[in-house]
């Protein structure tokens, strides 16, 4: 069986000045299994969201390539199999939650009827059934990000690819999201996603790669990070593992 999302030896440069070019992904490899909820660690700058951007086919790798079910990311068909949820989702701020939710749907390909089924449900989940047909400019930040995580959703795609989904929501919002994730689990979908917060890591995670100056540092279960069956470690973890990738490249 093939696996949902599989990156292969992906590199990346980004223009640093007129000529120069800096490094932002170094053959990155990483296999996410079907059902898994895959946290993607790193601190600021590593670059999550540049890994995230070419699995969406959103940007072009300079080598290796990203596969979504054995289809290359830039594929558009690959993305018939995903949901994605943004780091800032850009909403059309003068559409309702019900408009945007009904144009998803269509870009989706699923029916009218469909569409409104699902938005009906996944607004209710998301607390936001009660302001579905107010312009979005007048929400809030968190439920910005709760109603970008429903557009991710709309469809029912097996696999989502969430980057940084808890920004932005106060415990509330976070407690919903992580329940969200947690019956997505349950209902076998596949969910990689990027953040800082090491506490949803610990509740949500099966398997979670940590990423540096674009080169992968760890990748395996959180347990073995650790060292016990409890998480309680992950946060000295993570730091000591950046903090001696650092003293390394000093060496
Ligand atoms: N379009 C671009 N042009 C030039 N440099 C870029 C571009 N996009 C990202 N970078 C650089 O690539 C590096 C990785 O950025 P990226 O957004 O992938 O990191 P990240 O891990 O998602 O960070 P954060 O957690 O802060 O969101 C950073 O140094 C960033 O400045």
Do not use: W
Request: aromatic share 8%; charged share 20%; hydrophobic share 40%.
């Amino acid at each position: 069986m093939t696996n949902p999302i599989s990156f292969q030896k992906v590199s990346k440069k980004f223009p640093s000045g007129l000529i120069e070019k800096h490094r932002v992904l170094d053959r990155i490899s990483l296999d996410i299994r079907e059902g898994e909820v895959f946290g993607f660690l790193g601190p600021n700058g590593a670059g999550k969201s540049t890994a995230i951007n070419i699995a969406m086919g959103f940007i072009i790798p300079d080598e290796g390539n990203v596969f979504i079910h054995d289809i290359p990311a830039f594929q558009p068909r690959a993305r018939k199999y995903v949901g994605y949820l943004p780091e800032h989702p850009c909403l059309y701020e003068q559409l309702s939650a019900a408009e945007l939710l009904d144009f998803c749907g269509a870009a989706s390909g699923i029916s009218r009827r469909a569409t409104r089924e699902q938005a009906d449900f996944l607004l209710e989940r998301l607390n936001l059934h009660s302001f579905k047909n107010r312009p979005v400019r007048t929400y809030s930040k968190g439920m910005k990000q709760r109603l970008g995580f429903a557009m991710a959703m709309i469809g029912d795609p097996p696999v989502l690819i969430l980057d940084e989904p808890m920004s932005g929501l106060d415990p509330l919002g976070r407690n919903l999201i992580t329940n969200i994730i947690l019956d997505l689990k349950a209902r076998g979908k596949t969910i990689f996603f990027s953040t800082h917060i090491l506490n949803d890591v610990e509740k949500l995670c099966d398997h979670i790669a940590v990423i540096h100056q674009g080169g992968i540092l760890y990748n395996g279960t959180i347990s073995e990070l650790t060292g016990g069956p409890d998480n309680e470690n992950l946060e000295a973890a993570f730091v000591s593992l950046i903090n001696t990738s650092r003293i390394e490249e000093h060496l």
